[in-house]
């Protein structure tokens, strides 16, 4: 079971409010969500446990979405190929990112391909691609005396499961420490839901997928602070990982 904060409900009887404002050019639903105490796990010390507890959550939530019957009108964002790559993707171009220059451009193009060509050979079978929380990072998870709770579902949608780990180490994505945190992940997944040696070689598909996907978001959110204080290396950065990533991984 994976514990989430309760809701109250409107005097309407109905979780979902609609309601507006000046400025708004439409109304907007919104949800009065239980405050839940508690705190994000500390992530200046050593974070191995929290990834294990992680991936146990994962797998919980990703069974729970294979055998959920979703609602007749139930839509939700995907996380595809087409979202980060295609000509309406969610985020916008990376190539309209900050500080993308000819030589970045040139290993991010072949890094797009490769990605691309892999995530087609891997397909979308339901026990791959399904519903998943898309930002299950440490500090979207609640430590209290009532456990741990997930939080954070804004950007919940269809994906491939294996994003939800590639999306736990966001913007950290050349620390030293990822293999040592996908090993911690891997053993709490196992714990609770089968994971393929086929599926687990293909983590770091998603790891250049999801670092691709920020990268645009740095571009299109450039005017909020944390992407500007991203913004001087994150090009570079993505680059130097894509190159690593292509040594690994050749085209399918």
């Known amino acids: 079971m994976i514990k989430t904060p309760g809701y109250f409900l409107g005097r309407n009887g109905r979780a979902i409010q609609l309601g507006n404002t000046d400025g708004l050019n439409n109304a907007r639903f919104m949800v009065l969500f239980h405050f839940v105490d508690g705190d994000a796990p500390d992530e200046s010390v050593d974070m191995v446990y929290g990834f294990q ?15 959920w019957v979703k609602p007749t009108h139930f839509e939700r ?87 939800d780990f590639a999306a736990s180490i966001s913007f ?38 999801r670092r691709m996907a920020l990268l645009a978001w740095i571009g299109s959110h450039i005017q909020a602070p944390e992407p500007q204080q991203m913004a001087p290396n994150f ?4 680059a130097q990982i894509g190159k690593l990533y292509l040594k690994r991984h050749q085209k399918c």
């Open 53 to 67: 507890e992680l991936g146990a959550i994962a797998a919980r939530c990703h069974d729970h979405a294979i055998s």
């Open 77 to 163: 964002l995907t996380w595809d190929a087409d979202a980060v790559f295609g000509p309406a993707a969610t985020w916008g171009n990376w190539r309209d990112a900050p500080l993308v220059d000819r030589d970045i451009a040139e290993v991010l193009e072949e890094v797009e391909e490769t990605v691309c060509a892999r995530l087609a050979a891997f397909g979308k079978a339901p026990e791959r691609f399904n519903l998943i929380h898309a930002d299950m990072r440490l500090a979207n998870l609640l430590v209290g005396q009532e456990g741990t709770r997930l939080i954070d579902f804004d950007d919940c949608g269809h994906g491939w499961f294996l994003y």
């Open 235 to 238: 090009a570079s950065t993505t």
């Open 172 to 209: 950290i994505e050349d620390d030293p420490r990822i293999p040592t945190f996908k090993a911690a992940w891997v053993r709490g997944y196992r714990s609770v839901r089968g994971l393929s040696a086929e599926d687990e070689a293909e983590i770091e598909t998603f790891i250049m997928f």
